[in-house]
C-alpha cells in the first residue's frame, strides 16, 4: 500500500505541452479557417476580418508557405467563383502582405497561369474575368520582382521614383512602357467587370454584383499611384527626349486617362464604393507634357480607405475535442462494477480503487503524450530531411559553379594566349583587352557568389546541429518518460497481485488492462528506437556535409590561386596592348589622310554620274507625258462620240464588244506591268510607253463600239451600258492625267479601269442571242389569266375550309372542336385578306398599264417590260400554289392526319408569297398611288393574319398534346444515372439529326434556286430584237398545286420612275 501511495510528483503531475508547438498548431488552424471562409463557392464578397487574419498570418510567419499550402489543395478548376475569390485574396495579400510573399508567389506563377488558361478556355462569365485576374496578377508579380525599389502596395515617395527611374533615359522609357503595361492589366480588369454589370446602381447592393465589384477596390488603390508615376515619367522624358520620338507615349497616356477617369466616375456614382473607399476625382483633361511648367499644377491623386467598425468576431471553439483522455469511462466502469457485485468493503470505495483509477488517468495522459512526441520527432526528421536535401542542392549548384569558374578560366588562358599572339593588330588587342577585364571582373563577382554561398552554408550547418541537439534533448525527455512508464507500470503489476487475492473477477478484467497497456508501451518503445535510429541517420548526413564543406573550401583556395595567377598574365598583356596601341594609332593617321583623299575622288565622280542619271530620267519622263498627251486625246475623242448625234446611226453587234472588251481587259494587265517595271526602275519607260499606246486605242474602240452596241438593245441594257462606258472613259481619262503628272504617277492604279471594262464585258455576254425565245405577245393574257386563277383558287380554298369547318363541328367536340375551330377560323381570316389583296394588287396593275403604256397597247406594254409580266406571273401563281397547300395542311390537322408544323410552314410561305406579289406589283407604281397605299394595307393586313394563324396552331398544339410530369421520385441512384445516361445519348442524336437536316435544307434551296434558273432561261429577252418569233414548243404553265419559280432578274437598277429597286421574284 505503502508503494501505491509513494508515487513520484512527476507522474501525478504531468507537464504541459510545448507552447511552441502549440502555437503554431493553433495558428495553422487560425489560418486554415479563415482561408475556407474566405474562399468559398458563396457569390458573395470576401470579408474584411478573414482576408484581415490572412494578412497577418503571412506577417507572423514572414512569407505566405501557409497561405499556398491550403491554397493548392481548393478545387479550384471546379468553381469560377472559388477562383475569383482566390484571385481576389491572393490581390490583397500581394497589396498588404509580407514583402517576402512575392518571393513565394513567384514559385507558383505556373498554378495561376494554369488556372486562368482554363477559365480563359470556358464560355463562363466568372470565368473570363478570372482568366483577365490571373494576367493582372502574373504581371504585377513581374513587375515587382524586376524593380524591388517599388513595393506590392505602390507606395514610394518621389525621391524613391526618381532613383528608380535614374538618369538613364532608355531605363526611363522601359519602366514607362512596363507601367503602362501595368495600367492596361488594372483598367481591363475594372472595364470587363463593369461590362457584366448592369448600369443600375442597384446592382452595388447585390450581393452578386458586390462578389464582382470588391476587388475593383485594390484596383482603384493601384491606378491612383501607377497614374502619378506615369505623370512624373512623362514629364521627365519630354525634359530628355523631343516631343515627336514621345507620340506614341503621349497617345496611349490620353486613353488610359479617359478609361481611367471614366472608371472612376462610373465607381464613385455606386453606393458600395461610397462607404469603402474614398475616390479621387481627375482633371477634365490630361496634362500637357509639351510644357514643363505644367508639371507643377498636376496634383497627386489620393485614395482613402474610411476607418470601419469591427466586424463580430465568430466564436470559435477554445476546447479540441479528443486531446484528453475520457474522464467519465472509469466512471461508468466502477458504476457497472458495483452494479453487478456491489461494493468491495461496504457501500465505501476503497483507497486503493480511488489510486488506481488516478494511476489509468496517468496512464492515458502518457499514452497521448507519447503520441504528441512521435508526431513531433517526426515532423523534425521530416523538417532535417528536406533541409538535408535542400543543402545538396545548393552544394550542387555550388559545384557547378565550380566547374563554370574553371571553364571561364580556361577560356580566359585561351583569351591571353590570343593576346599574346595578335601584337600586330592594335584594335583586336584593345577589344580583347576589355574583354578579359570584364571577365576577370565576372570571375571576380563569381568568387565573391561562392564566398557568400560558403559562409551560408556554414550557418546553415550551425543551425542544423543546433536543431539535432534540440531533438536529441527532446528524446532524452521522451526516454524518461519511457523510465517512468516502466515503473508505473512495475506499481500496477504490484497493485493487480494484491487486487487479485481480494476478487478474481476484478483480477482477471486489470490483468487484461495491464497486458493491454503492456502491449501497447512495447510498441510506443519500438517506435521511439525507430526514431532515434532516423535521428542517428540524420547525425551522419550533417558529418557527411560537413566533410563536402571542407572539400569545398580546399577547392575554393585553389580557384582564388588561379585566379591571382590569370591577373598577373593580364597584367603582362595590358602592358603589351598598350605598346601595339601606339604603333597602331601612327598607321590609323596615315590611313585616315589617303582615305580623305580617295573620297573626294570618288565625291566627284558620283556628283557626274548622278548628273547624268538625272538626265536620262527626265527623258524617259518626257516621252511618257507625251505618249500619255497622245493617249487623252484618243480616249477623249472615244468619250465626245457617245453624245454625238452623227453617231446615233452606227451600229454594232454584242459578239465583237465582247471581243473588243477582252482585248481591252488583256491591255490592261499588260499596262499594270509596264507601270510596276517603270516604278521599279524610272530609267526605262518603254515597256509603259508600249503598253499605254495599245491600252488608249483598244479602251476608246471599246467605248465606241459600246455606244454603237446600245443603239439596238432594250431600254434598260442599253442604258446601263451607256452609263458603264462613261464609267470607263472617265476611269482611262484619270489614269491618263495621273501618268502625265510625275507626283501623281507612283499613285495610279491602273486596275481600277478593269472594274467598267468588266461591266461592259458582261453587258455584251447578256446582249447575246438566246438560244430559246418566249412568245412575249401571250404575256399580257397569261398575267390576267394567273390574276383570274389566284383568285378563283383563293375562292375554292374559302370553300373548302368552310366545309372542314362544317364536318370538324360535326365530328369532334370539347377540346378539339375548340382548337379546329379557332385553326379554320383564323385561315380563312388569312384567305379573306388575301382576296383583298389580289384585288388592290390587280387595280394598282391596271394603273399601271393604263399610265405607262401610252400610245402602244396592253400586249405591247407587258412584251415590252417581260421581266416585270414575269414577276407578276410568278408571284400570282405563288400566292395560288400557297394557298392550296394551306388548305391540304388544314384538312390533314383536322382530321388528325397531318403535323401543325406544315400548317406553320404553309403559313409563312403564304405570307412570303404575298410579299413578292407586293414587291412585283410596287416596282413599276406611283409612289404617291392610293392603290399603292391600299396594297401596303393589305399586305400588312396579310401578315398579321398568317401571324394569327401560327399562332392558334401553336396554342392549339399545347392544348392538345399531353406533357408528362417527369416523375422521377421513384428511382434509385443507379436507375437515375442510367436515365440520364440514355438521354444524353438521345440529346445527341437529336443534334446531330438536327445539323444533318438542316445542311439538307440549304442544298434543297440551293437546287432549287438552281431550277428556278434554268426554268427562266427560255423566259428571258434577246436584246437584239424587241419582239421575237415564236417557237415550236412553247412552255405551259404549271399546275395551281406545284410552286412556280422564275429566273432572278439580272439587273439590280434603281428605277427612275419611283426610286426602288426591282425584287428578285424568286421563292427562297
Known sequence: MNSIKNVPARVLSRRPGHSLEAEREQFDKTQAISISKAINTQEAPVKEKHARRIILGTHHEKGAFTFWSYAIGLPLPSSSILSWKFCHVLHKVLRDGHPNVLHDCQRYRSNIREIGDLWGHLHDRYGQLVNIYTKLLLTKISFHLKHPEFPAGLEVTDEVLEKAAGTDVNNIFQLTVEMFDYMDGELKLSESVFRQLNTAIAVSQMSSGQCRLAPLIQVIQDCSHLYHYTVKLMFKLHSCLPADTLQGHRDRFHEQFHSLRNFFRRASD?????????????????????????????????????????????????????????????????????????????????????????????????????????????????????QVNALEAELEEQRKQKQKALVDNEQLRHEVARLRAAQLEGERD?????????????????????????????????????????????????????????????????????????SEMKLEEQSDQLEKLKRELEAKAGELVRAQEALSRAEQSGLELSSRLDALSAEKDTLSSVVRQRQAELVAAQSLAREKEAALSWEQQRSSRERDELQGRLADKESQEEGLQHRLLDEQFAMLRGTAAEAERILQDAVGKLDDPLHLRCTSSPDYLVSRAQAALDAVSALEEGHARYLASAADASALVAALTRFSHLAAD???????????????????????????????????????????????????????????????????????????????????????????????????????????????????????????????????????????????????????????????????????????????????????????????????????????????????????????????????????????????????????????????????????????????????????????????????????ERVRLGELRKQHYMLAGAVGTPGEEEPGRPSAAPRGGTSKKPPLAQKPSVAPRQDHQLDKKDGSYAAQLVNY
Open 430 to 502: 584593345r577589344g580583347l583587352r576589355e574583354e578579359a577585364e570584364k571577365k576577370a571582373s565576372a570571375t571576380e563577382a563569381r568568387y565573391n557568389k561562392l564566398k557568400e554561398k560558403h559562409s551560408e552554408l556554414i550557418n546553415t550547418h550551425a543551425e542544423l546541429l543546433r536543431k539535432n541537439a534540440d531533438t536529441a534533448k527532446q528524446l532524452t525527455v521522451t526516454q524518461q518518460s519511457q523510465e517512468e512508464v516502466a515503473r508505473v507500470k512495475e506499481q500496477l503489476a504490484f497493485q493487480v497481485e494484491q487486487v487479485k487475492r481480494e
Open 702 to 996: 471599246t467605248i465606241v463600239h459600246g455606244s454603237a452596241t446600245s443603239h439596238l438593245a432594250p431600254t434598260d441594257p442599253a442604258d446601263r451600258l451607256m452609263d458603264t462606258c462613261r464609267e470607263c472613259g472617265a476611269r482611262a481619262l484619270e489614269l491618263v492625267g495621273q501618268l502625265q503628272d510625275q507626283r501623281a504617277l507612283p499613285q495610279a492604279q491602273p486596275g481600277l479601269v478593269r472594274i467598267p471594262l468588266q461591266g461592259i464585258l458582261q453587258l455584251g455576254q447578256e446582249l447575246k442571242p438566246k438560244s430559246l425565245d418566249v412568245r412575249q405577245e401571250e404575256l399580257g393574257a397569261m398575267v390576267d389569266k394567273e390574276m383570274v386563277a389566284t383568285s378563283a383558287a383563293i375562292e375554292d380554298a374559302v370553300r373548302r375550309i368552310e366545309d372542314m369547318m362544317n364536318q370538324a363541328r360535326h365530328a369532334s367536340s370539347g377540346v378539339k372542336l375548340e382548337v379546329n375551330e379557332r385553326i379554320l377560323n383564323s385561315c380563312t381570316d388569312l384567305m379573306k385578306a388575301i382576296r383583298l389583296l389580289v384585288t388592290a394588287s390587280t387595280s394598282l396593275q391596271k394603273e399601271i398599264v393604263e399610265s405607262g403604256r401610252g400610245a402602244a397597247t396592253q400586249q405591247e406594254f407587258y412584251a415590252k417590260n417581260s421581266r416585270w409580266t414575269e414577276g407578276l406571273i410568278s408571284a400570282s401563281k405563288a400566292v395560288g400554289w400557297g394557298a392550296t397547300q394551306l388548305v391540304e395542311s388544314a384538312d390533314k390537322v383536322v382530321l388528325h392526319t397531318g403535323k401543325y408544323e406544315e400548317l406553320i410552314v404553309c403559313s409563312h410561305e403564304i405570307a412570303a408569297s404575298t410579299a413578292q406579289l407586293v414587291a412585283a406589283s410596287k416596282v413599276k407604281a406611283d409612289k404617291h398611288s392610293p392603290h399603292l397605299s391600299r396594297l401596303q394595307e393589305c399586305s400588312r393586313a396579310v401578315n398579321e393574319m398568317a401571324a394569327s394563324v401560327v399562332a392558334s396552331t401553336r396554342s392549339g398544339q399545347e392544348q392538345i398534346e399531353d406533357r408528362d410530369t417527369m416523375d422521377f421520385s421513384g428511382l434509385s441512384l443507379i436507375k437515375l444515372k442510367k436515365q440520364e445516361m440514355e438521354t444524353q445519348v438521345r440529346v445527341l442524336e437529336l443534334e446531330k439529326t438536327l445539323e444533318v
Open 270 to 386: 455606386m453606393l458600395y464604393f461610397k462607404r469603402l473607399i474614398q475616390i479621387p476625382r481627375l482633371p477634365e483633361g490630361p496634362p500637357n507634357f509639351l510644357r514643363a511648367s505644367a508639371l507643377a499644377e498636376h496634383i497627386k491623386p489620393v485614395v482613402v480607405i474610411p476607418e470601419e467598425a469591427p466586424e463580430d468576431e465568430e466564436p470559435e471553439s477554445l476546447i479540441e475535442i479528443g486531446t484528453g483522455p475520457p474522464a467519465a469511462e472509469p466512471a461508468v466502469v466502477a458504476d457497472l462494477f458495483e452494479q453487478t457485485f456491489g461494493p468491495p468493503n461496504g457501500s465505501m470505495k476503497d483507497d486503493r480503487d480511488l489510486q488506481m483509477e488516478t494511476l489509468k488517468r496517468e496512464v492515458e495522459t502518457l499514452r497521448t503524450e507519447l503520441d504528441k512526441i512521435q508526431l513531433e520527432a517526426q515532423r523534425y526528421m521530416a523538417q532535417l530531411k528536406g
